[in-house]
């Protein structure tokens, strides 16, 4: 799977960036993956749960943001939302467009918990965190 590769991808700069800022464990990772990627944001929910476990991102959420692909038409200057399968400007169908995004894959931001060592911190059940939107 796809996906698979992508999430270790993912992880390992997380687990670079958190390192690097003195943070033991990883709370939340907030990514944005074009549509034109073709990544299934379940897949990448799935790798995430499976890969996490025993890492410093165990418990950790995955916040995917979907940018669906967008282009500019060079011949009428239209700017313009689309799918994956229709890229012609629905103006002037021209076929004279530049891809402006939808080819995303990069990590926005990571936060970090810093728990203070020592002090055993109950873990917080994040089973019924309630779906975003
Ligand atoms: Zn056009």
Do not use: W
């Amino acid at each position: 799977m796809h996906e698979m590769g992508i999430t270790q991808g993912i992880l390992a700069a997380a687990f670079d960036a958190a390192e690097e800022a003195g943070a033991t464990r990883i709370s939340e990772i907030r990514i944005t993956v074009g549509e034109l990627t073709e990544i299934q944001t379940f897949a990448l929910d799935f790798a995430f749960e499976s890969l996490t476990p025993g890492t410093m991102a165990e418990g950790a959420k995955l916040v995917v943001t979907e940018l669906s692909p967008r282009s500019h038409c060079r011949d009428c200057g239209l700017t313009y939302d689309h799918d994956r399968f229709e890229m012609i400007c629905p103006d002037c169908q021209s076929f004279n467009v530049e891809l402006l995004q939808g080819r995303e894959l990069r990590i926005d931001s990571i936060e970090t918990d810093d728990a203070p060592s020592g002090d055993a911190t109950p873990e917080a059940s994040a089973s019924d965190a309630p779906a975003e939107e």
